[in-house]
């Protein structure tokens, strides 16, 4: 009876009342287990496909290639102050004959881009394909105060500078010395000079 007592008598609060903490196992989680490892599953968010675009899709090769050789701001003085825009001048050719100059101006400068472009393609040469990568002859040409001269050279490869590489690489000759004889560094009356002087083997 004592010992009942004594049991009776211990306090309630030391009984094993602590609550029991589970450990999560995987079982219980409402989300389920991952499988992807990070936000975007497999491969970012695109997957397997390759990105957020999907297939990547070629863009069509242009008609012809084209180098911009000169860009400058010039402004133009009126009654209300100084007006400002962009004056461009591009080199287009395909690289088998086809060459031409083109200058556009505006104020911005994607838009004067694109007149020199449109202003390129009006203003093409098309050189026959019997003169091969070389030209039959030297010539001598000046436009304006540009003064250029060009010599047939086979098996050299092309020797020339400035906007005279730039028109005959573009027209596909690349047997030729050229050479600037002039003081002046206009690239756009030289780049003519280049064209009228292709002009006469036409």
Same mark, same amino acid.
């Given at each position: 009876?004592?010992?009942?007592?004594?049991?009776?008598?211990?306090?309630?609060?030391?009984?094993?009342?602590?609550?029991?903490?589970?450990?999560?196992?995987?079982?219980?989680?409402?989300?389920?287990?991952?499988?992807?490892?990070?936000?975007?599953?497999?491969?970012?968010?695109?997957?397997?496909?390759?990105?957020?675009?999907?297939?990547?899709?070629?863009?069509?090769?242009?008609?012809?290639?084209?180098?911009?050789?000169?860009?400058?701001?010039?402004?133009?003085?009126?009654?209300?102050?100084?007006?400002?825009?962009?004056?461009?001048?591009?080199?287009?050719?395909?690289?088998?004959?086809?060459?031409?100059?083109?200058?556009?101006?505006?104020?911005?400068?994607?838009?004067?881009?694109?007149?020199?472009?449109?202003?390129?393609?009006?203003?093409?040469?098309?050189?026959? $394909?019997?003169?091969?990568?070389?030209?039959?002859?030297?010539?001598?040409?000046?436009?304006?105060?540009?003064?250029?001269?060009?010599?047939?050279?086979?098996?050299?490869?092309?020797?020339?500078?400035?906007?005279?590489?730039?028109?005959? $690489?573009?027209?596909?000759?690349?047997?030729?010395?050229?050479?600037?004889?002039?003081? $002046?560094?206009?690239?756009?009356?030289?780049?003519?000079?280049?064209?009228?002087?292709?002009?006469?083997?036409?």
């Amino acid at each position: 009876m004592e010992n009942d007592k004594q049991q009776n008598n211990t306090p309630s609060g030391n009984v094993a009342s602590t609550p029991v903490r589970r450990r999560n196992t995987g079982g219980d989680n409402k989300r389920g287990p991952s499988t992807g490892g990070g936000r975007g599953g497999e491969r970012g968010r695109g997957g397997k496909q390759g990105g957020r675009g999907g297939e990547r899709r070629d863009r069509p090769k242009p008609e012809f290639d084209s180098k911009i050789i000169s860009i400058r701001r010039v402004a133009r003085v009126v009654a209300g102050g100084r007006r400002f825009s962009f004056s461009v001048v591009m080199v287009m050719g395909d690289k088998k004959g086809r060459v031409g100059v083109g200058v556009g101006k505006a104020t911005d400068t994607a838009l004067a881009i694109d007149k020199a472009t449109r202003n390129g393609k009006k203003n093409m040469i098309n050189l026959p $394909s019997e003169m091969g990568s070389s030209i039959p002859e030297p010539v001598e040409m000046k436009y304006s105060s540009a003064r250029i001269m060009m010599r047939p050279a086979l098996g050299r490869g092309l020797i020339a500078g400035s906007a005279v590489r730039t028109v005959l $690489s573009l027209a596909g000759r690349t047997d030729i010395n050229a050479k600037i004889i002039s003081p $002046s560094k206009n690239k756009l009356n030289i780049a003519r000079a280049t064209v009228k002087a292709l002009q006469t083997f036409i």
